[in-house]
Nanobody, 115 residues
C-alpha cells in the first residue's frame, strides 16, 4: 500500500508555469511506473505523462515539449513541470503509482489556466 499526496496546483495565466509534486508515503523504488493523469469537467481521465523505474518517459501528444515528468527515488516524490500552460490544460491532475499488481491514486490537485 502507498498513499500519494499531490501539491503545487493553482491558478496561472496562459503561458505560465507550475510544478506539481506527488509525495509517496513509502519508498517508490519498487514502483514500476509513476504517472500523471488529468480530468477536465465533462471529460474522461487521460494520461498526461509517465516515467518508468529505469527513467523512460512517455507523454501525451498535447503536452510534448511543454511538460516534463521526473521522479526522485530518494525523496519518494514524482514531479510534473508544466511550462507554456494553455487554457485547455485546465483540469484536476492526479498522481498514479503502479506496481506489478496494484495501482494507487492521489486525491488530485486543481490546475486552472486563465487570464
Amino acid at each position: 500500500q502507498v498513499q500519494l499526496v499531490e501539491s503545487g496546483g493553482g491558478l496561472v495565466q496562459p503561458g505560465g508555469s507550475l510544478r506539481l509534486s506527488c509525495a509517496a508515503s513509502r519508498s517508490i523504488f519498487s514502483i514500476n511506473v509513476m504517472g500523471w493523469y488529468r480530468q477536465a469537467p465533462g471529460k474522461e481521465r487521460e494520461l498526461v505523462a509517465s516515467i518508468f523505474n529505469g527513467g523512460t518517459t512517455d507523454y501525451a501528444d498535447s503536452v510534448k515539449g511543454r511538460f516534463t515528468i521526473s521522479r526522485d527515488n530518494v525523496k519518494n516524490t514524482a514531479y510534473l513541470q508544466m511550462n507554456n500552460l494553455k487554457p485547455e490544460d485546465t483540469a484536476v491532475y492526479y498522481c498514479n503509482a503502479k506496481t506489478l499488481r496494484f495501482s494507487f491514486w492521489g486525491q488530485g490537485t486543481q490546475v486552472t489556466v486563465s487570464s
